[in-house]
C-alpha cells in the first residue's frame, strides 16, 4: 500500500479562495515533499519540508507538518486559474534515503 | 527544466512482447526512478536506482525489469507487456538522498 494518502480526493474553489488539502502517511520520516502535476505533464516540485520543521512557506504556499500525528496540509491562498492541477504528497522514509514514495494526489479546480 | 528525456513518448504494443522504455539525463544526478501512474493510485514507484548498476525494487516490480549501466541512462523493460500495464510511466532523477526529484514528460503506454 502507499505510503501517503491525500484528503480530498478533489477539491473545486473560486479564484480568490483557498485551498486546503492534506496528506497522512503511515512511517516515521525524513521529509515529506509536495508535488504539482497539470494536466498531461510530468511532476513538479513545490516544497520540502524536513521532520524537525513545524512550518515552511513558499509564495503563496504554506505547508505544515505534524510528526505525532503523521500528517501534513499544503494550503495555497489566493488561488488561480493556473493553481488548477493535481497535487501530491511524498515521503522519504527515516533510513530510506532513495525510495520516494507518492500519495494519490488531490485535483484542485479553480473557477475563473 | 532538468534535463530529463523519456522516450518513446507514446507506444502501443501488444500483449506478450517486450517493451523498453529509457530515460536519459544529463544532470549526472545520482538516482533515478520509475513510477507509473493510474487514475485513482497517484505515482507507483516501480524500480529505482541509486548508482550505476545498482537498482532495486519498488512496490510494484513484478513484470519489470530495469538496467542502468551508465550515469544518464535508465531503461525499464516490460518482459512480457500485459493490458494491467497500460499506464503512463514517469522517470524521475535526484540529485542525493533525500532531496527533491525531477520529473521527466511520461511515457503514455497502451498494451493492446
Known amino acids: 500500500s502507499q505510503q501517503g494518502e491525500e484528503d480530498p480526493q478533489a477539491l473545486s474553489i473560486q479564484e480568490g479562495e483557498n485551498a486546503t488539502m492534506n496528506c497522512s502517511y503511515k512511517?516515521?520520516?525524513?521529509?515529506l515533499q509536495w508535488y504539482r502535476q497539470n494536466s498531461g505533464r510530468g511532476l513538479v516540485h513545490l516544497i520540502l519540508?524536513?521532520?524537525?520543521?513545524r512550518e515552511k512557506h513558499s509564495g503563496r504556499l504554506r505547508v505544515t507538518l505534524d510528526t505525532s500525528k503523521k500528517s501534513s496540509s499544503l494550503l495555497i491562498t489566493a488561488s488561480r486559474a493556473a493553481d488548477t492541477a493535481s497535487y501530491f504528497c511524498?515521503?522519504?522514509?527515516?533510513?530510506?534515503?532513495?525510495?520516494?514514495?507518492f500519495g494519490a494526489g488531490t485535483t484542485v479546480t479553480v473557477r475563473a | 527544466d532538468a534535463g530529463i528525456t523519456q522516450s518513446p513518448r507514446h507506444k502501443v504494443t501488444e500483449t506478450g512482447t517486450p517493451v523498453t522504455l529509457r530515460c536519459h539525463q544529463t544532470?549526472?544526478?545520482?538516482?533515478m526512478y520509475w513510477y507509473r501512474q493510474d487514475p485513482g493510485h497517484g505515482l507507483r514507484l516501480i524500480h529505482y536506482?541509486?548508482?550505476?548498476?545498482?537498482?532495486d525494487k519498488g512496490e510494484v516490480s513484478d513484470g519489470y525489469s530495469v538496467s542502468r549501466s551508465k550515469t544518464e541512462d535508465f531503461l525499464l523493460t516490460l518482459e512480457s507487456a500485459t493490458s494491467s500495464q497500460t499506464s503512463v510511466y514517469f522517470c524521475?532523477?535526484?540529485?542525493?538522498?533525500?532531496?527533491?526529484?525531477?520529473f521527466g514528460q511520461g511515457t503514455r503506454l497502451t498494451v493492446v
Open positions: 512511517t516515521s520520516i525524513n521529509n
Open positions: 519540508i524536513r521532520s524537525n520543521e
Open positions: 544532470e549526472n544526478h545520482r538516482y
Open positions: 511524498a515521503t522519504f522514509e527515516v533510513g530510506n534515503d532513495y525510495k520516494l514514495s
Open positions: 536506482s541509486y548508482g550505476v548498476k545498482d537498482t
Open positions: 524521475a532523477i535526484s540529485e542525493s538522498g533525500f532531496a527533491e526529484a525531477f
